[in-house]
Every structure is written in C-alpha cells, then in structure tokens.
C-alpha cells in the first residue's frame, strides 16, 4: 500500500479534546519504559540539569509521564497546535508538586520551523522523544532535520511511531480490533494515520539519508515501529 499524507496538525477543537479524553496510556507507558530500559542499558543518568524533549507532544501525555519518572529534569513539549497545546498547559497548572510543575513547560513551534530557523532552536538536548509524530509529517526531512537542530554531540533518542500495514484491508481490520467503540474522529484519524505512515524499511532509508546510522529502527508490535540510539557527533 502506498503511503497517503494526513493533515500534520491535530488543530481542531474536537480533535484535541478527543484526543486529551482518550486512553493511550499503554503505549504512552511502553514509550517510557522503553526509554527507562534504554538509559539502563546505557549506564545514563539523569539529573536537574538533563533537558529532555517531547517532539509532537499533544496535550502533555507523554510530558507529564516523563515528568512523573524523572521529577528533578527539566523537560520541555514541543507542538505546533494551539489547541492541543491549551490543553497541556491547563494541566500543568493543576500539578500539586510545585518543583516538577517548575521542571515542566511547553513550547508552540512546528518541525518546519525548528528545521529553517536553527539558530533560534539549538537547545542540545540530552534526550529527545516523540510518539507517533513522524507519520504526521509531510515531508520527512523536516522530522530528522528539526531533530538534529535540537540534538547535542551525544542525544539519546527514542521515537515510537505507527507502521504502515501492507494493504487498505489490513489497516481496517486493525482499526476495527483496537478502536471498536472508539469516538468516530478517533476511529478516522487511526485509520489515516495509519495510511500515513512509514514502513521500516523506509525509516531506514531516512536515517541513511540524514546521517542518523547510529539510531536503529525496529518493529514494536502489531502496527508499531520503535527508533531509537544515540547521536554521533552532528
């Protein structure tokens, strides 16, 4: 199946809080665990000055979790939906524990704009994540190349993204298996995003293409791909 582009924003009122409602606590948390995993590995620590990066981060899900593990880090959400970012931000305010709400803040800005205006964006940070972002981006350049402005000399990355199926049928049936009584929006975007996205192969071919070797990309799942090292020197 070939790949259809969706819309790179969730920016619509219905969108936003149908995505702020719904529960996509599992792979929000096989994202973080998988990177608790990965710094284990690494021998890595984190400590109050760390700056992790949440790429794409929506409503905060994945901010606030991060959050949550590594109360002490500086960690910053990126997105380019006013809505969405609305969202996050009226969360933040309810959090009681005054030094991670400090620890905890959000940005407005697209990976284009990250990508064409560097200068303004070189925050080299020790850790850069992002959840099913990559397949929301037209043209994939923008992606690595807004990752490598916001990277250091040794940038942890772990990206957890959607896989494309192989046909029209297949993503269907996947849609029907894990959105059964999901909101109609929800239902509809699963399905284009999973039109959208990439295969593993053509991941591959990107960090080739972008001088990103060092980040291995590996199958997660029925319909997920994982991308995931340590940057060289950039």
């Given at each position: ?21 719904a529960?996509?606590s ?13 710094l284990?590995?690494?021998k890595?620590d984190?400590d109050?000055?760390?700056l ?8 905060g899900?994945?901010s606030?979790?991060?959050s ?16 969405m ?11 009681d ?9 959000y940005?407005?800005a ?12 070189k925050?080299s940070?020790?850790?850069v ?5 990559l ?9 690595w ?10 940038t ?8 494309r199926?192989?046909?029209i049928e ?10 059964p009584e999901?909101p109609?929006?929800l239902k ?15 991941v591959?071919d ?7 070797n ?9 319909y ?11």
């Amino acid at each position: 199946m070939d790949r259809v582009k969706e819309p790179e924003l969730m920016d619509t009122f219905e969108q936003a809080y149908a995505y702020a409602d719904a529960d996509f606590s599992s792979s929000e948390e096989s994202l973080v665990n998988g990177l608790e995993k990965y710094l284990k590995i690494k021998k890595l620590d984190l400590d109050s000055k760390s700056l992790i990066i949440d790429i794409g981060c929506g409503p905060g899900n994945i901010s606030e979790k991060l959050s949550v593990r590594w109360p002490s880090v500086q960690i910053i959400g990126i997105d380019g939906s006013k809505e969405m970012l609305e969202i996050a931000r009226k969360r933040r305010e309810s959090i009681d524990d005054q030094a991670r709400k400090s620890c905890l803040s959000y940005k407005l800005a697209s990976l284009k704009s990250i990508s064409k205006n560097s200068d303004n964006y070189k925050l080299s940070a020790d850790i850069v994540v992002s959840n099913s972002v990559l397949h929301h981006v037209h043209d994939p350049s923008d992606f690595w190349k807004g990752l490598k402005v916001l990277s250091g000399s040794s940038t942890v990355h772990y990206h957890r993204d959607l896989k494309r199926p192989d046909s029209i049928e297949q993503a269907i049936r996947l849609q029907e298996k894990y959105l059964p009584e999901a909101p109609k929006v929800l239902k509809k975007d699963f399905l284009a995003s999973l039109c959208a996205a990439f295969t593993v192969n053509e991941v591959k071919d990107q960090l080739d293409k972008f001088g990103l070797n060092s980040l291995k990309v590996t199958e997660n799942e029925e319909y997920h791909l994982e991308i995931y090292g340590i940057t060289s020197k950039l």
